[in-house]
C-alpha cells in the first residue's frame, strides 16, 4: 500500500480503539486527540498518536507502524501495527506505593521496574537492592552492617519475610569489585523474584500500617459538641 492508504488505515484501527491505559490500569475505550507520521530512514511510516483515556482523562502516546518492502524502490507498505506507548506501563507502576513509601525508597524502586521492563536485570537488582536498604536505614537499621545482616537484625519483619530474602543471593554481601556485587548471572527470573520481595516489603512494612492507621482514624467518633455551644434547633 502506499502513504495515502496507510492513513486511511491508520484512522480505522485509532477509532473506538480499547487499550489497557497505563495510569489507571483499567481496560477501556481511548480517545483520538492528534496524530502526525513520519518517514524513518528505511522508509518506514510511523504514525505517532496522542490518546485521551475515557476513565481517568489523562494523555497516552502511542506508535504505529507501516514496514516498507526494502526491495521495493516504489512505495510498498505493510501494516505492523501499534507498537510503542508512552508512558509505559513499568513507569507508572510504583505509583500504587505513592503516599505510604518515603519517597527516595520509591524512586529508586521505581527505576529498578523501568530497567527490568526494558530488559536490564542486572541494573534493575542493583536498583531494587538499593531501594531496600534505604527503606531498612530509614526504619533504623545499623549503616556498618551488610544488607542481608539488616534483614536478619530487623525486628520488625516477620521471619517468612526474613527466609525469603535469605534465598534472594543478590541480597548477599556486596563487594567493591565487580567480581564481588553479585550481578553475575543475573536474569530476568532473578530480577523479578526480587521485585516481588520488594513489593511484599514494601506492603508489609508501609502500605498495611498506613491503611490500619487511616482506618483507625475514620472510626474515631466525633466529638460531642457542648450544650452550650448548641443552637436552640439542635436541643
Known amino acids: 500500500m502506499n502513504k495515502a492508504q496507510t492513513q486511511t488505515l491508520f484512522q480505522t484501527a ?14 477501556a475505550h481511548i480517545k483520538l486527540l492528534f496524530s502526525e507520521s513520519h518517514i524513518a530512514k528505511n522508509r518506514d511510516v510511523i504514525y505517532y498518536a496522542t490518546f485521551r483515556c475515557v476513565p481517568c482523562n489523562k494523555l497516552i502516546l502511542k506508535t504505529y507502524r507501516f514496514r516498507q518492502n526494502e526491495y521495493d524502490r516504489n512505495e510498498n507498505l505493510e501494516a505492523i501495527g501499534w507498537q510503542d506507548k508512552f508512558p509505559g506501563e513499568e513507569i507508572v507502576y510504583a505509583s500504587k506505593f505513592e503516599g ?3 519517597s527516595d525508597v520509591l524512586e529508586d524502586f521505581r527505576e529498578g521496574v523501568i530497567c ?5 536485570p542486572r541494573a534493575s537488582v542493583a536498583m531494587f537492592r538499593r531501594s531496600l536498604q534505604s527503606a531498612l536505614l530509614e526504619r533504623g537499621s545499623k549503616a556498618e552492617e551488610d544488607l542481608i545482616d539488616q534483614i536478619k537484625n530487623a525486628n520488625f519483619l516477620t521471619q517468612d519475610i526474613k527466609d525469603w530474602a535469605h534465598n534472594i543471593r543478590i541480597f548477599g554481601n556486596w563487594g567493591a569489585h565487580p567480581q564481588d556485587d553479585n550481578l553475575k548471572g543475573v536474569d530476568e527470573k532473578l530480577a523479578e523474584e526480587t521485585q516481588s520481595f520488594i513489593e511484599e516489603f514494601f506492603n508489609y512494612v508501609y502500605v498495611m500500617p498506613t491503611r490500619v492507621a487511616n482506618a483507625r482514624q475514620k472510626s474515631v467518633p466525633a466529638p460531642a459538641v457542648p450544650k452550650s455551644e448548641m443552637k436552640e434547633g439542635d436541643k
Open 116 to 120: 527490568l521492563g526494558n530488559k536490564c
Open 14 to 27: 485509532s477509532q473506538n480503539l480499547i487499550d489497557t491505559c497505563p495510569h489507571c490500569d483499567a481496560r
Open 100 to 102: 505510604a513509601v518515603p
